[in-house]
């Protein structure tokens, strides 16, 4: 039986000490209900931002408590679908997004999905359905992270590749990992420049499994191809700096090699992809080749 976590049981800061709304064990299949990172008040585009409450952006489903999870295991997360309503929301807003000085008007534009594809302007863009918000309870030293920020807990990574098909790994800091989940988008160009995707409510169907003793710094995504370090910073320097070297730490412990030759491998092999550049801090991800090493070496290593 798949449980179902709904939509009305949400968190907007990542803590970590939170109440569980959910219980769940290694092996289940659940169900979370998203909601838009605006929580469905926007449904027009002759809407004005400035009357929608802003206590109640970014919310994210949960926290959902996993039955053994304690701090230094790794949470396993398969993506299984992400099914999105049939339309969604973008907005441009003054002062915000990588071109936020150029902006002289708050636009909200609606966008309908027909078929699987995003119209916009008679222009049809498939869809690629996504999760911007996903996370755990952060450690202690650490403390609380709203919801629209990201960190080694996960939350606002803004990542294409968490996507169905995808398996996604966080490292446990508090017992019970707490899961939380939301912020969803059906299509998203890597950086997200304009501040938004197509911001969208959705299903996710998500199989939960758990490794013990075996906690990364970072979180990461396994694709069919890559293995990619998702890390975070104040600027792209440092996000670029922690993601690569997570990278070469991994392939270094992986194939019992020189930290020398890892980071030659990596300079010959690693792609570097800007997540997103816009949240409070701004997210970056390593993709390391299958064929450099497995996520079974991967983990093994750790």
Known sequence: MVKLVSGDKVIYKFKPSMEAVETISP???IKVETNDCFYQQITSEEQVLAEIDYDRLNPATGPIYIEGAEPGDLLKLKI??????SKGVVAVVPNEGALGDQVTKPVIRVIEIEDGQAVFHGIKMPIKPMIG???VAPADEDG???????WKHGGNMDTTDIKAGSTLYFPVRQKGAL???GDCHAVMGDGEVCFTGLEIPAEVVLEVGLL??????????????????IASGNNLEEAVYESASQAVKHIQDSLGIGWEDAYVFASLSVDLKISQV?????????????????TQQLIESI
């Open 278 to 294: 816009v949240d409070p801090k701004v997210t970056v991800r390593a993709a390391i080749p299958k064929y450099v090493i497995s």
């Open 27 to 29: 092996g289940d299949v």
């Open 133 to 135: 918000v996903i996370g």
């Open 179 to 181: 899961l939380a989940l």
């Open 212 to 229: 013990k003793g075996k906690a990364t710094k970072w979180p990461f995504v396994e694709t069919d191809e890559h293995i990619m370090i």
């Open 144 to 150: 609380e992270w709203p919801t629209d920020s990201p």
């Open 80 to 85: 299984i679908s992400i099914d999105v309503k």
